[in-house]
C-alpha cells in the first residue's frame, strides 16, 4: 500500500476472510502432518532457515496458500512472510502490511504433538490492528480485530469472546505457561522466584492465547522469538485485555 493511499476499514467481514484463508492454509499444513505421522520422512526438512528452526514441506505450501488467498484479498498491501525472506524488503515503520507465519511451531509439528498454528496479522503503524491465529490439529482457532473483540472459535462454529484472567483468579493460583521446547534453566529458574505455581505446557503461539482466554495468567519467553511467530497472538492478547511487552515492561512493537 502507497503512503498516499488511505487506511484500510476493519471490517468483520475482513477478520472472517483472513480466518478462512488461515483455515485453509491449516488444512495444507494437516495434510502433511497427517502423513508425517504415518511416516516421519514424508515432511521433508528442508536447509536450516536463518533462525535454525526446521522448515517442511507444510511450512512452504501454508505460505504459497496465504501469500496468494492476500493478495488476492487485499491487492496492494504488503505480505511479509517467515517463508518469503525477500518479502521484507518492504517493511515500514508506518503503513500497513500483513505478517505471516505459515506454520508456528516446527518442532511441535515434527514431534506430533498437534501443537502448532497458522498465524496472520495485519500491521498498522507498528500495533497488530486483527490478528488469527489458527491451530488445525486441535480444531481451534483465536481471532481478534480492534473495534470488533477477541474470540476463541472451534472448528463446530462455537464461538466465545476471550477475556484475559482477573486479578482475584489470579491472586488463588497463579497459572504460567510455558513451552517445553523452550524451557532452559534461566526460564525455570524465573519461575521458581514467582512462588507457587502451576505449570502448563503449551506450543507455538498458543502459549500467548491461553493467556489471552484466561486459562493462563503469564507467558515468560527469555530465548529469542520471532515477530512473525508473536504479531497475531499479540494482537489476540491485547483485544482481550492483556499485554505483551518486553522484560523491562516496554510495549512491543511491530
Not at 502423513?35 to 532457515?49: E, F, I, M, Q, T
Not at 526446521?54 to 496458500?65: I, K, R
Not at 474470540?151 to 482477573?166: F, I, K, N
Amino acid at each position: 500500500m502507497r503512503q498516499s493511499d488511505p487506511p484500510l476499514t476493519l471490517t468483520t467481514d475482513l477478520v472472517f476472510a483472513v480466518l478462512l484463508l488461515a483455515r485453509l492454509a491449516g488444512v495444507a499444513n494437516l495434510q502433511m502432518y497427517h502423513a508425517h505421522r504415518a511416516d516421519a520422512g514424508s515432511a521433508v526438512r528442508l536447509a536450516s532457515k536463518a533462525d535454525a528452526s526446521p522448515p517442511t514441506t507444510a511450512d512452504l505450501l501454508a505460505h504459497d496458500c496465504i501469500a496468494l488467498g492476500l493478495a488476492c484479498l487485499m491487492p496492494g498491501v504488503a505480505v511479509l512472510s517467515e517463508e518469503d525472506a525477500a518479502s521484507f524488503v518492504a517493511r515500514r515503520p508506518q503503513g500497513e502490511f500483513w505478517l505471516v507465519a505459515p506454520l508456528d511451531g516446527t518442532k511441535e509439528f515434527l514431534a506430533k504433538s498437534g501443537e502448532f498454528t497458522v498465524n496472520i496479522a495485519l500491521i498498522r503503524d507498528g500495533r497488530a490492528l486483527c490478528g488469527v491465529v489458527s491451530a488445525p490439529a486441535l480444531g481451534l482457532a483465536y481471532w481478534g480485530g480492534r473495534g470488533i473483540g477477541s474470540y476463541r472459535e472451534d472448528d463446530g462454529g462455537g464461538r466465545a469472546p476471550l477475556t484475559v484472567a482477573a486479578n482475584a483468579a489470579l491472586a488463588r493460583s497463579l497459572r504460567v505457561v510455558a513451552s517445553e521446547s523452550h524451557l532452559d534453566s534461566a526460564t525455570q529458574a524465573w519461575i521458581a522466584a514467582l512462588g507457587s505455581v502451576q505449570l502448563m505446557q503449551a506450543g507455538s503461539s498458543l502459549k500467548i492465547c491461553r493467556v489471552a482466554e484466561g486459562s493462563a495468567g503469564v507467558y515468560l519467553r527469555l530465548s529469542p522469538t520471532c515477530e512473525w511467530d508473536t504479531a497475531a497472538a499479540q494482537a489476540v492478547l491485547e483485544l482481550a485485555g492483556g499485554v505483551l511487552c518486553t522484560l523491562t515492561g516496554s510495549a512491543l512493537a511491530l
